[in-house]
């Protein structure tokens, strides 16, 4: 394989585990809301607080739901593993991020044969009036879903902050930027936080949704799709007013702290940016008007693109 297609490759990989990544959280996230409010309804009914509550074999299985752990370990968390052990292992060390995914799904996997024991043999021993191993396995899953979930929850949350770490080390990757941006309107960009993608920007770039903007809409440019360039060229535009009060900001911490550049990378005065993009925007125009039936490259500009 030659260089230029392994790079592709490792890009690809990339993109690949943060989507799903992302998805995973956010999926698991969902869960463990409906997890926390079933809980928080049994406790109000019956006047216990959680940690005392002693709920039947019924009650604990619908506390969460089979497929939806199944989902998240199969559909989500098993191809994110394989990803980070093919972009971070080496023979003698790998990434954080790797070991969080790989312990979340050894999590998982025990909070599904605890949930499919509590919902497979807890019923047929309480048939068949068996005490004894009905008390165990109730016992049992009382102490380790609520570990277990709390544990899950809290890896997800050492995971997301070693990918905010690792967000900026891929921003200037263009099959990332672009499928960052081309995914911007799915649950799992809009949900990952607040502010969706321009949150995620906040975490890449340091002033902010204005550079990752310019970052997408110039591999546009460069790509000769000049219809995409120009939208996010705007969508950059219109963030510059926040970006200068951010440039201000960072310039004011680094005085304060003796150092030109607080140990990050410098930050381009976001000025020449905007002069840089205004002045696409202006091509872009008068290409399009000398040109009104021509159209950009008859080529995807999806996740693939080269």
């Given at each position: 394989?030659?260089?230029?297609?392994?790079?592709?490759?490792?890009?690809?990989?990339?993109?690949?585990?943060?989507?799903?990544?992302?998805?995973?959280?956010?999926?698991?996230?969902?869960?463990?809301?409906?997890?926390?409010?079933?809980?928080?309804?049994?406790?109000?009914?019956?006047?216990?607080?959680?940690?005392?509550?002693?709920?039947?074999?019924e009650e604990l299985a619908g506390l969460l739901e089979f497929k939806n752990l199944e989902l998240l370990r199969d559909g989500y968390i098993q191809e994110l593993k394989n990803l980070c052990h093919l972009v971070f292992r080496t023979d003698d060390r790998t990434d954080p991020l790797d070991r969080y995914v790989s312990d979340i799904f050894h999590e998982i996997s025990i909070l599904k044969e605890e949930h499919y024991t509590v919902k497979t043999y807890a019923p047929q021993y309480e048939r068949d009036s068996n005490e004894v191993e009905?008390?165990?396995?109730?016992?049992?899953?009382?102490?380790?879903?609520?570990?277990?979930?709390?544990?899950?929850?809290?890896?997800?949350?050492?995971?997301?902050?070693?990918?905010?770490?690792?967000?900026?080390?891929?921003?200037?990757?263009?099959?990332?930027?672009?499928?960052?941006?081309?995914?911007?309107?799915?649950?799992?960009?809009?949900?990952?936080?607040?502010?969706?993608?321009?949150?995620?920007?906040?975490?890449?770039?340091?002033?902010?949704?204005?550079?990752?903007?310019?970052?997408?809409?110039?591999?546009?440019?460069?790509?000769?799709?000049?219809?995409?360039?120009?939208?996010?060229?705007?969508?950059?535009?219109?963030?510059?007013?926040?970006?200068?009060?951010?440039?201000?900001?960072?310039?004011?911490?680094?005085?304060?702290?003796?150092?030109?550049?607080?140990?990050?990378?410098?930050?381009?005065?976001?000025?020449?940016?905007?002069?840089?993009?205004?002045?696409?925007?202006?091509?872009?125009?008068?290409?399009?008007?000398?040109?009104?039936?021509?159209?950009?490259?008859?080529?995807?500009?999806?996740?693939?693109?080269?």
């Amino acid at each position: 394989m030659s260089a230029q297609n392994n790079l592709q490759v490792q890009a690809h990989r990339t993109w690949s585990i943060i989507r799903y990544f992302y998805l995973a959280l956010v999926h698991f996230r969902r869960e463990y809301e409906r997890y926390d409010k079933k809980v928080m309804a049994y406790s109000k009914t019956s006047g216990l607080d959680r940690e005392s509550l002693r709920l039947n074999s019924e009650e604990l299985a619908g506390l969460l739901e089979f497929k939806n752990l199944e989902l998240l370990r199969d559909g989500y968390i098993q191809e994110l593993k394989n990803l980070c052990h093919l972009v971070f292992r080496t023979d003698d060390r790998t990434d954080p991020l790797d070991r969080y995914v790989s312990d979340i799904f050894h999590e998982i996997s025990i909070l599904k044969e605890e949930h499919y024991t509590v919902k497979t043999y807890a019923p047929q021993y309480e048939r068949d009036s068996n005490e004894v191993e009905l008390r165990f396995i109730l016992d049992d899953a009382h102490i380790t879903m609520p570990k277990k979930m709390a544990q899950i929850r809290y890896l997800f949350g050492k995971g997301r902050d070693r990918m905010e770490k690792f967000l900026p080390t891929v921003r200037s990757m263009p099959i990332v930027i672009r499928s960052l941006y081309l995914h911007r309107n799915d649950e799992f960009v809009r949900q990952a936080y607040p502010g969706g993608l321009k949150a995620i920007y906040s975490h890449m770039y340091p002033l902010g949704a204005f550079e990752g903007y310019y970052q997408v809409a110039q591999s546009f440019y460069h790509s000769s799709f000049f219809r995409q360039a120009l939208k996010v060229f705007r969508l950059a535009e219109n963030e510059y007013p926040k970006a200068a009060i951010r440039y201000k900001e960072l310039l004011k911490s680094q005085e304060k702290d003796g150092s030109p550049d607080n140990g990050q990378d410098s930050v381009r005065d976001p000025r020449w940016t905007i002069r840089s993009i205004r002045a696409k925007i202006s091509r872009i125009q008068k290409w399009r008007g000398k040109n009104p039936r021509s159209r950009d490259k008859q080529k995807s500009s999806g996740s693939s693109a080269k």
